[in-house]
């Protein structure tokens, strides 16, 4: 049974940075594309950036693009958002996705605060 484990979330203020961890394990982990989400209180879950199986190709959400980068070390099971410049609206709780055909693993989310 494959399992996610996010960390990194906290509070930051306006123009901070974070950086978000998710730990992969119970799959075969360099055969699944990664993708992160973000949900805020109130409303629906949005895909924020995404990763392919090897790396080599990346996709951002329009609102965080030059502010995010997607990574994911295959050796170490892991998958990365690095948050730059952060803003208010990005005030929400990520959460970590693996994805291959029928098979789709979730993590239990980590929550991000912006706020001064």
């Known amino acids: 049974q494959g399992q996610l484990v996010e960390s990194g979330g906290g509070l930051v203020q306006p123009g901070g940075s974070l950086r978000l961890s998710c730990a992969a394990s119970?799959?075969?982990?360099?055969?699944?594309?990664m993708r992160w989400f973000r949900q805020a209180p109130g409303k629906d879950r949005e895909l924020v950036a995404s990763?392919?199986?090897?790396?080599?190709?990346?996709d951002y959400t329009d609102s965080v693009k030059g502010r995010f980068t997607i990574s994911r070390d295959n050796a170490k099971n892991m998958v990365y958002l690095e948050m730059n410049s952060l803003k208010p609206e990005d005030t929400a709780a990520y959460y970590c996705?693996?994805?291959?055909?029928?098979?789709?693993?979730w993590g239990q989310g980590t929550q991000v605060t912006v706020s001064s």
């Open positions: 996705n693996a994805i291959m055909l029928h098979y789709n693993y």
């Open positions: 119970g799959f075969t982990f360099r055969n699944y594309a």
């Open positions: 990763i392919s199986s090897s790396g080599g190709t990346t």
